[in-house]
């Protein structure tokens, strides 16, 4: 699997299981997981529910109220082996 399969693989997933709840994802990070290389790790955030996204600076003072979620898939079978919530301070 390619970074780029992993990132839309847990976007996804991040769709499905929050239908309707989430807008305006936004891949943050991808990695694979230390020790096991037939993990990647993704990390995605989205508009919280019921949030309107800000613009200018108040994006970047970090205002958007955004929540940020942690997927694990495995490389080989593309299955999501968990999700986490992850909090950016």
């Not at 600076?57 to 997927?71: C, H, Q, S």
């Amino acid at each position: 699997m390619t970074v780029q399969e992993a990132a839309e693989r847990a976007t996804s997933y991040f769709q499905e299981l929050l239908a309707g709840k989430i807008t305006d994802i936004w891949l943050e990070e991808v990695e694979l997981v230390d020790g096991d290389p037939d993990v990647w790790r993704v990390t995605l955030s989205a508009l919280a529910p019921g949030r309107v996204s800000q613009r200018g600076l108040a994006a970047l003072a970090g205002k958007d109220e955004r929540i940020y979620r942690v997927f694990e898939i495995h490389d080989l079978t593309g299955r999501v082996l968990s999700m986490k919530i992850r909090t950016v301070q």
